[in-house]
């Protein structure tokens, strides 16, 4: 069965330009007898933005999941993008698609036996660092408890507490209340609440 491929192509300043991209995936995609759907192309975009600054990035991830393709092709992984979180985020969602990923850069190609055995290998790691980063965040958090400090937003003391009911009988707003005694206006919020007896 002939494979359909979205080809996404993407340079980070308006200077650079993607025909290179463009040429080598084109040519790609003829030797392999893939037909090409459609090209989506964010010029001038960083790969560190996310998808909702990326209109053609956003668009492509929206006809995977309408199938439109079989195979996403892609000059580079640092032109899908950046961060860690987010390529995993992407390759996750085509995986569950079951769609495929051409890398031309680094010779990936989930079409063949070796690529798919590479991409499940890029999603073990992916898990593993998810693993590793959730891990040092809970000893970070354990640690700080063993240490004395304590976590979560500060308690408002009693004299506060009333200097604020006091300015909040006064007339003043919760803004400026907040503003004047260097608390958030959640704070405010809830001691005002509680004078109207809510």
């Given at each position: 069965?002939?494979?359909?491929?979205?080809?996404?192509?993407?340079?980070?300043?308006?200077?650079?330009?993607?025909?290179?991209?463009?040429?080598?995936?084109?040519?790609?995609?003829?030797?392999?007898?893939?037909?090409?759907?459609?090209?989506?192309?964010?010029?001038?975009?960083?790969?560190?933005?996310?998808?909702?600054?990326?209109?053609?990035?956003?668009?492509?991830?929206?006809?995977?999941?309408?199938?439109?393709?079989?195979?996403?092709?892609?000059?580079?992984?640092?032109?899908?993008?950046?961060?860690?979180?987010?390529?995993?985020?992407?390759?996750?969602?085509?995986?569950?698609?079951?769609?495929?990923?051409?890398?031309?850069?680094?010779?990936?190609?989930?079409?063949?036996?070796?690529?798919?055995?590479?991409?499940?290998?890029?999603?073990?790691?992916?898990?593993?660092?998810?693993a590793m980063i959730r891990d040092?965040?809970?000893?970070?958090?354990?640690?700080?408890?063993?240490?004395?400090v304590i976590l979560g937003r500060?308690?408002?003391?009693?004299?506060?507490?009333?200097?604020?009911?006091?300015?909040?009988?006064?007339?003043?707003?919760?803004?400026?209340?907040?503003?004047?005694?260097?608390?958030?206006?959640?704070?405010v919020q809830r001691l005002s609440?509680?004078?109207?007896?809510?």
């Amino acid at each position: 069965m002939t494979k359909r491929i979205a080809i996404y192509l993407r340079v980070s300043t308006n200077e650079q330009t993607t025909e290179n991209q463009r040429r080598e995936l084109l040519e790609v995609a003829e030797r392999s007898g893939w037909i090409i759907t459609e090209i989506y192309e964010d010029a001038g975009i960083s790969g560190a933005k996310g998808r909702d600054k990326r209109p053609a990035f956003d668009k492509l991830l929206k006809d995977a999941a309408r199938r439109k393709f079989d195979i996403v092709g892609a000059w580079s992984v640092d032109r899908l993008g950046r961060s860690l979180q987010d390529l995993t985020a992407f390759l996750s969602d085509i995986h569950g698609y079951n769609i495929d990923l051409y890398l031309h850069q680094q010779g990936l190609d989930t079409t063949t036996p070796a690529g798919k055995a590479m991409f499940q290998m890029l999603g073990v790691f992916a898990e593993f660092e998810r693993a590793m980063i959730r891990d040092r965040v809970n000893s970070g958090l354990l640690r700080a408890k063993a240490n004395g400090v304590i976590l979560g937003r500060r308690k408002t003391n009693k004299s506060t507490e009333k200097a604020i009911r006091e300015t909040l009988a006064n007339g003043n707003g919760i803004l400026k209340t907040a503003k004047l005694h260097g608390v958030g206006t959640s704070v405010v919020q809830r001691l005002s609440l509680e004078m109207r007896g809510k």
